[in-house]
T-cell receptor
């Protein structure tokens, strides 16, 4: 059974600081997704990582994937208040279960002035 | 506007009652999914459908049922057998050949 674990689960940051959210998963997969969720809202796709060594960047967020270590990171650079949200990673189970995602627990990010 | 529409936004269920959550998409997507989200947790897959007239159980299908009679519609029924239905329910869809699932705005279900 695929397990996906994020850490930290809660992250309180000051504006302007950098930090990294980690996403570990337990079985082989080469498709990993990062989503953002604002309180009470739906999920917004941030990044799709499809191969070992993939790196994607959008604004102050950068995501990477190491399939050998079964690890993805979401790096936040010079945080701003607008980045406050819950961030989820999700791993595609692949094979005959292609398209079935297993989600991490989510990381609640709060950015303070 | 293309997108995924879930209704209602809020729903209340009485003891022993079945309720149906609607999910409609006009994106011409092939696959559709239902997830449940409990407070402070990630999403868990309830049911999914890759094509019309076919669907499979996800990880927590007990107490739920679905149908896929039309490509654009994937309603979820929460039956009386689901003893703890209070949660946020999200519908998603994906087109064949794409890796991204797009999500609706969700339905928040509570028990009276």
């Amino acid at each position: 059974e695929l397990k996906v674990e994020q850490n930290p689960l809660f992250l309180s940051m000051q504006e302007g600081k950098n930090y990294t959210i980690y996403c570990n998963y337990s079985t082989t997969s080469d498709r990993l997704y990062w989503y953002r969720q604002d309180p009470g809202k739906s999920l917004e796709s941030l990044f799709v990582l499809l191969s070992n060594g993939a790196v994607k960047q959008e604004g102050r967020l950068m995501a990477s994937l190491d399939t050998k270590a079964r690890l993805s990171t979401l790096h936040i650079t010079a945080a701003v208040h607008d980045l406050s949200a819950t961030y989820f990673c999700a791993v595609d189970r692949g094979g005959t279960s292609y398209g079935k995602l297993t989600f991490g627990q989510g990381t609640i990010l709060t950015v303070h002035p | 506007d293309g997108g995924i529409t879930q209704s209602p936004k809020y729903l209340f269920r009485k003891e022993g009652q079945n309720v149906t959550l609607s999910c409609e998409q006009n994106l011409n997507h092939d696959a559709m999914y239902w997830y449940r989200q409990d407070p402070g947790q990630g999403l868990r897959l309830i049911y999914y459908s890759q094509i019309v007239n076919d669907f499979q159980k996800g990880d927590i299908a007990e107490g739920y049922s679905v149908s896929r009679e039309k490509k654009e519609s994937f309603p979820l029924t929460v039956t009386s057998a689901q003893k703890n239905p209070t949660a946020f329910y999200l519908c998603a869809s994906r087109t064949r050949g794409s890796n991204i699932q797009y999500f609706g705005a969700g339905t928040r279900l509570s028990v009276l």
